[in-house]
């Protein structure tokens, strides 16, 4: 027989040797498939995978058909998540409005009047070595020029002007010999015409007027603004400027010369501020550049058009924008990033708290048994939130800003887990709800936190439950803090001015505590039967002695019922002393030994007649009888359905423990040659107790069967009995597996004094009532001395007091 080998006390045999021989597949079973931690990373696999599913399945797609400006729609749009669509129509008037605020750049060319000075010294100057002469009969010639050359050097000399000038001009100016009187008299001209800007057109520059312009000076390429247009003249000013010189400052010379000098400087001037199209669209594409587009947002859930509407320009124009930021790989990455995040979440949190929050429930049933929990919390949520859109088109009539969410309390859940686990339990399961559910209506912060609370208070009022109606009483106080949470959440999100809104999610937030009560009343006894767990209810219906173990305990093995009695006495109060859950202790103490019922008469607690079996058997067959009694009280918990604690309880409550009053015997007619004892044939097979309330069973059934044999018991040897057992089953390794640290022990100990004390206090002796006439009795103290008491003192089970030893060894201690 394989038995846990202990970390202290005797060394037990491992694993059968026939495991060595089981085949690879088989081994690689027992080694990772079997392995606790394979089986919760494969329970946190199917979690995840559950959790993509609820969150985003069925999701909502983007619209794919196209809808036309005033058709009727054939379905309802609804947006599937929040997003910021861009606004083409308002990004291109932002963009319009930002192209219209440039200011245009125009190049103002300062060295113009100089190098219209220079061309016209040019042209004189060319002109004059050609050194023209006029001949009497008004013919003309040149002197010392070819005359082929004659006109080629003429018309590369007018180029300088800017191209060749009016004929009369030309006439004039070799009339008057390109003197330089006439050369000083033009240039005195152009100053006056090049003293302000020149423009082409002024009727161009003024629609620039309201913004201004920017002026960049060539070839310095500096830039200022310009908004005062009053010192700039087009050509057509600048030529009256030319005339109006002329009279002041050429009023004395003739009229030919004057009307020479005139049309000389104004065929030179040109325009000195020119508008830069290139530069002006530079600007305007840098300006451009840092528009950003104008978004608007669209909720998740949003109705975009409603079915049997018909679908206007807006409405087109958001379906379209919906289209365009739909992506056909996007999908895949969604799910793989939940499933990731849950995945590492979940591992990493459960790890945690397995190892650092002491009551956490980190085996494989309770992690399936939450995983299913927040699976049917999530599940319906979702439910909810895929009626809902169906529900508003139904009922026309309801205000935005109803959420049917708060019909589905996740807090349900978390009471639901409090009532069969623990409160640090609780704590990791109301976040992972809150998280998730928070997914599930649309990542939405303030359902996380209004879940989290609920969950936590819900938590709260079952903590002790030991009658129904408390669910109830925890449903009613949810579905209240529910409505402050709704009227808390309203302030924080500025909806507390929406009254009918506020009103339908008021009365659908205390509904939803109302509805999780009722339903976790109906769904606790199923969880007790799949689980196999124990709520307070389940266990004080278990106390009942009207129970077929209990009754029949009670008639076939009285003894070991009123033991079982005693020991939950001893449980109870120990358990209250640690802070361990008192009537989980009772209750498994009540049905420890219900193993006895099939072999009673083989226990001591149930030899009335002083008749003991165990004479006529070998020592290995009565240490087989009474180990076994640890298997058939396992069966009998199976068959009747108890509580998973209790079939613990039942194969754990001796542990590994020695049968030493047996193995001594066999030891003493053992044969070394022909048939060794084997010290494992008389040990319990275990486990050794896991829980603290296990240990306290174990505890108290040893000390309850010694304070039975004790002689004349005061609290003085009771206390030395208790302390004497405790140091011999901790010695003994016994308590290694389970919470229970020296500080526990010290107060389970104090508690067992107080209780045995109460238990087994000494009474006075009362006389006995005189009838009439007759002679009185006397007191003990009057008692013949001659005749001394009988030694023999009867226990409390009527066994002798010299045989008490021997009572203790046959009950293994």
Known sequence: MALHEPERGPKLAGLPKSNKRLSWDKRLHQKYLAHPGTIKWAINLALSLGLVAIVYYPREQFPEEEFAVGEVAEKTVKVPQDLDVEDPAATEQRQEEAMAAVQSVYDLDTKAESLAGDNLRKCFQGFRELKLTRTAGGNEEVIGVPPAFREEREQELLKTLGGPPEKDLLTALKRQGFSSELESAALSLLRVAYSQPIVISKKLLFKEKDKGIVVRKLPQDERS??????????????????????????????????????????????????????????????????????????KRGEIIVRRGDRVSEAQVAKIKALSSVRMPWERPFIYAGLFLISLLSLATV????????????????????????????LASLKLVEQLALPIREAFTGLPEGVEFHYLIALAGGAMLVRLVLNSEVVLVYSLFASLFGALVVGRSLSFALYTLVGSLVAAGEVGQCRERATILRGGLVLGLANVV??????????????????????????????????????????????????????????????????????????????????????????????????????????????????????????????????????????????????KEGTELA?????????LDCIAQHHGTSLIKFFYEKAKEQENPGMDPVDELDFRYPGPKPQLRETGIIMLADAVESAGRSMREPNPARIQGMVQNIINRIFADGQL??????????????????????AMYHQRPDYPTPVEKGAAPLKK??????????????????????????????????
């Open 638 to 646: 199976e068959k009747h359905r108890l509580p998973q604690a209790a």
């Open 225 to 298: 603004a310009l908004a005062d247009f009053s010192g700039i003249q087009d050509l057509a000013e600048a030529k009256a400027a030319l005339e109006n010189a002329d009279k002041i400052q050429l009023a004395n010379k003739p009229a030919s010369f004057r009307l020479a000098a005139v049309k000389l400087a104004a065929a030179l001037i040109a325009p000195t501020l020119t508008f830069n199209k290139d530069e002006t669209e530079k600007v305007r594409g840098e300006v451009l550049a840092q528009v950003s587009p104008i978004f608007y947002k669209l």
């Open 736 to 757: 290694d597996e389970c919470e229970l640290t020296l500080k526990d022990l010290n107060a389970i100990a104090r508690a067992f004094n107080k209780t045995l004390g």
């Open 485 to 630: 949470l709704v009227l808390f959440i309203a302030l924080a999100e500025n909806m507390f001015l929406e009254v009918q809104a506020l009103l339908y999610n008021g009365l659908f937030a205390f509904l939803g505590g109302l509805f999780a009560a009722i339903l976790i009343t109906g769904v606790v006894p199923l969880v007790e039967s799949a689980f196999g767990y124990a709520t307070d209810i389940k266990l004080l219906e278990l106390l009942n002695q009207d129970h077929p173990l209990l009754k029949e305990m009670s008639i076939h093995a009285p003894g070991t019922h009123q033991h079982s009695l005693a020991v939950a006495n001893l449980a109870e109060s120990a358990a209250e002393a640690i802070h361990a859950n008192p009537l989980l202790a009772r209750v498994v103490a009540m049905y420890h030994d219900i193993g006895k019922l099939h072999k009673s008469h083989y226990f001591a607690e149930n030899q009335w007649d002083q008749e003991n079996p165990h004479d006529k058997l070998r020592p290995s067959m009565s240490a087989l009888i009474l180990t076994n009694h640890v």
């Open 780 to 813: 003990k103290s009057d008692a013949d001395p001659d005749k001394k008491p009988d030694k023999r003192l009867k226990t409390v089970e009527g066994v002798d007091s010299e045989d008490s030893e021997e009572y203790l060894k046959r009950l293994g201690m």
């Open 350 to 377: 459960v790890h945690f708290a397995g190892r650092n929050i002491r009551k956490f429930a980190y085996q494989p049933r309770d992690l399936v048994f939450l995983a299913v929990v927040l699976l049917v919390s």
